[in-house]
């Protein structure tokens, strides 16, 4: 060795050990500027925090005054007697189902058939209250068929009995219809024909 030379030999062993102590402190430090960042982090969500805290009190306040709580609380109740009602079986014959469901949906909710429904609630309302002043006998053929001279009356006969052709069109077995009997269903205006028994 001369003097200018500053080479040292170290043993092959003791290189592996400084490598290793040099990764260690390596990690250290890195550890140490993830700790900072995090302390930085820290200090940033502290003075976010009670702003974001109250933010956070307050939409659940709005959503608990509006009954959303309430609200989930008994579609969970709902949910649950579903399930211990009904199993998997029955959940895919609703599948199943479900479009013929949402259609005839649909159809119940048209603005015409809203109407209607409300009409005769109305008019099942203004039948109970009448039921307090009728008397006990049940009315004769005779007052029954005064009545048949309302023209209201028998409009409204008209259209039961076309409901009561168009389901049974629609439901009854076809092999079975007698001749004559009608293989559309029936408007309204149309003459109720044939004997009804």
């Not at 140490?32 to 009190?57: I, K, Q």
């Not at 006998?137 to 009356?153: F, H, K, M, N, T």
Request: hydrophobic residues 40%.
């Amino acid at each position: 060795m001369s003097a200018t030379d500053t080479r040292v030999d170290i043993p092959a062993e003791r290189l592996d050990v400084l490598e290793a102590k040099i990764d260690h402190l390596t990690d250290q430090l890195s550890g140490l500027t993830n700790l900072r960042m995090v302390s930085d982090l820290v200090a940033d969500l502290t003075e976010l925090g009670p702003d974001v805290m109250a933010r956070v009190v307050d939409g659940l306040d709005v959503a608990d005054r509006k009954g959303y709580f309430g609200f989930a609380g008994a579609a969970v109740g709902v949910a649950d007697r579903v399930v211990t009602n009904f199993d998997e079986h029955d959940v895919e014959q609703l599948g199943d189902n479900v479009v013929a469901m949402l259609e005839a949906l649909r159809e119940v909710t048209r603005p015409e058939m809203l109407a209607f429904v409300s009409r005769m609630v109305e008019a099942v309302h203004a039948e109970q209250e009448a039921v307090g002043w009728e008397t006990e006998e049940p009315p004769s053929l005779w007052a029954l068929g005064r009545q048949l001279r309302d023209p209201d009356v028998r409009r409204g006969m008209a259209r039961a009995l076309h409901t009561l052709r168009s389901v049974a069109v629609e439901t009854g077995p076809h092999a079975d219809r007698r001749p004559g009997t009608p293989t559309t269903t029936p408007r309204p205006g149309d003459d109720v024909k044939g004997d009804v028994t």
